[in-house]
């Protein structure tokens, strides 16, 4: 089974901290995503990725970057968080053939 | 751009009894709906998907059906149990990207 792994479950972070969250996947998957989820909104997509140094901005790349140095390794930046990136983040990955493989999600929390 | 409504936010079932979930999308180029399970604490995972080309698929008590005219697709799940309790999400796929509906609890009591 493809294995996306999110480093942390959960982060507390302060308002103005550069946030780091890494997502891993051991299938070597072409495509890797991080998408946002809200109670109401369902999933937004922040940004994603085709290929190794390859990054597209989805709907709501505001306030976030992301790196794709290696093929397995996708990381989503939050710059400086604000209270409101307060939010479950969600990475995924899948090869050519859509259907997503999700990580179990990084519950972040900015105070 | 594409559009995908989710009906309804919250469902409620005896065990046994069926659910469905409904959504609709907005574009018809949309060519492969995905349902998705979120269990509390976890990612989702894929339960059951369909291509624009077919009308209805099984697995054992779940089904989806494709209405392409129409533009919405459902989900039915039969003799309900309390492990079906989640968060499902339907979605569309097109010109390489995602959308989602904004999910369905559906809370199974036994």
């Known amino acids: 089974d493809v294995k996306v792994t999110q480093s942390s479950r959960y982060l507390v972070k302060r308002t103005g901290e550069k946030v780091f969250l890494e997502c891993v996947q051991d299938?070597?998957?072409?495509?890797m995503f991080w998408y946002r989820q809200d109670p109401g909104l369902g999933l937004r997509l922040i940004y994603f990725?085709?290929?190794?140094?390859?990054?597209e901005k989805g709907d709501i790349p505001e306030g976030y970057s992301v790196s794709r140095e290696k093929k397995e390794r996708f990381s989503l930046i939050l710059e400086s968080a604000s209270t409101n990136q307060t939010s479950m983040y969600l990475c995924?990955?899948?090869?050519?053939?859509?259907?997503?493989?999700f990580g179990s999600g990084t519950r972040l929390t900015v105070v | 751009g594409e559009n995908v409504e989710q009906h309804p936010s919250t469902l409620s079932v005896q065990e046994g009894d069926s659910a469905v979930i409904k959504c609709t999308y907005s574009?018809?180029?949309?060519?492969?709906f995905p349902w998705y399970k979120q269990e509390l604490g976890k990612g989702p995972q894929l339960i059951i998907d369909?291509?624009?080309?077919?009308g209805e698929k099984k697995d054992q008590r779940i089904a989806v059906t494709l209405n392409k005219t129409a533009k919405h697709f459902s989900l039915h799940i039969t003799e309900t149990q309390p492990e079906d309790s989640a968060v499902y999400f339907c979605?569309?796929?097109?010109?390489?990207?995602?959308?989602f509906g904004s999910g369905t609890k559906l809370n199974v009591k036994p």
């Open positions: 995924a990955s899948s090869f050519e053939d859509p259907g997503y493989t």
């Open positions: 299938m070597d998957h072409e495509n």
């Open positions: 990725s085709y290929d190794v140094k390859m990054k």
């Open positions: 574009d018809s180029a949309s060519n492969y």
């Open positions: 369909i291509r624009s080309n077919v």
């Open positions: 979605a569309s796929y097109n010109f390489n990207k995602f959308y």
